[in-house]
């Protein structure tokens, strides 16, 4: 016995496989009703430092100045005023006044080198870590600032051949 779809049974069957479809896709005429919803981002104060290394060139006896310098960047949020101060290194007895290098060979880790870091090319201004006295400010952009860092060992009795070295922390205050 063959079996027949009704017609009836054949528009039930046509209106569900357009419901179970891809909604998406259909088009709707009965009116329209909206709604807002709000977007936000705190965005707080903030900076980031970054400092490249400081490598005095290859000298012999330091009878004159070796000067060199190089960069500090700070990114600090757009309006955000700061502070960039710089410590005075690692080696025991330095100060921000008298900041010393250290030799690196064994038997003469005590032997030091005095160097001094500044805000001028001059070499006028002693680069610290007192805010108010001896940092250099500025204001931020939203973008990386390069801020100079002028070095100088100056002309000093001369120690024994050695790498020296010490390592200076810079700090952005905001």
Do not use: E
Not at 13 to 39: E, M, R
């Amino acid at each position: 016995m063959k079996r027949y779809l009704s017609l009836p049974m054949i528009a039930t069957v046509l209106a569900s496989t357009s419901v179970i479809g891809d909604a998406s896709a259909a088009t709707y005429s009965n009116g329209t009703a909206t709604a807002t919803f709000t977007v936000s981002l705190v965005l707080q104060g903030g900076c980031t430092i970054t400092a490249n290394a400081l490598n005095f060139t290859a000298t012999g006896p330091l009878t004159s100045a070796v000067n060199q310098q190089s960069t500090v960047g700070v990114n600090c949020t757009n309006t955000t005023p700061y502070n960039v101060g710089l410590d005075a290194g690692t080696v025991t007895g330095s100060s921000i006044a008298t900041r010393y290098m250290a030799g690196t060979s064994s038997g003469n880790t005590g032997t030091l080198v005095s160097f001094q870091l500044y805000q001028d090319a001059a070499h006028g201004t002693v680069w610290g870590n007192t805010q108010g006295s001896n940092t250099v400010g500025g204001i931020g952009t939203g973008a990386v600032q390069s801020i100079t860092v002028y070095g100088q060992v100056p002309a000093q009795a001369t120690p024994q051949p050695d790498t020296y070295q010490t390592s200076v922390t810079a700090t952005v205050y905001f």
